[in-house]
Nanobody
Framework: QVQLIESGGGLVQAGGSLRLSCAAS????????MGWFRQTPGTEREFVAA????????RYSDSVQGRFTISRSDAKNTVYLQMNSLKPEDTAVYHC????????????????????WGQGTQVTVSS
């Protein structure tokens, strides 16, 4: 079992930046592929970014490619999401997730492959 706690959300103007953090506890962090997803009321959870267990492979949705960067620190048991050039359509609750059934170089965007989820942090981008 692993527990995930997100932080760093808030209100920002369009064009601004935020950095989300997700702290993990409970088991060996380096055993998990990590991902970020987002959700708005009445919509399906949407994939944002993923990073492999090795840290060497990443994957992004088309909507955030070039603006968002995912990274991880196994020493700090934390995964980050740096969000730049934010747009109003980025407004959502952002959840981090951990997958323990993925390969060392696998950065998956499939929510069904993630086993543990955080409660989320709200990001609001004003126009």
């Amino acid at each position: 079992q692993v527990q995930l706690i997100e932080s760093g959300g808030g209100l920002v103007q369009a064009g601004g930046s935020l950095r989300l953090s997700c702290a993990a506890s409970g088991r060996t962090f380096s055993n998990y592929g990590m991902g970020w997803f987002r959700q708005t009321p009445g919509t399906e959870r949407e994939f944002v970014a993923a990073i492999s267990r090795s840290g060497g492979f990443t994957r992004y949705s088309d909507s955030v490619q070039g603006r968002f960067t995912i990274s991880r620190s196994d020493a700090k048991n934390t995964v980050y999401l740096q969000m730049n050039s934010l747009k109003p359509e980025d407004t959502a609750v952002y959840h981090c997730a951990a997958a323990d059934r993925v390969g060392l170089f696998d950065a998956t965007g499939m929510s069904s492959r993630y086993d543990y989820w955080g409660q989320g942090t709200q990001v609001t981008v004003s126009s």
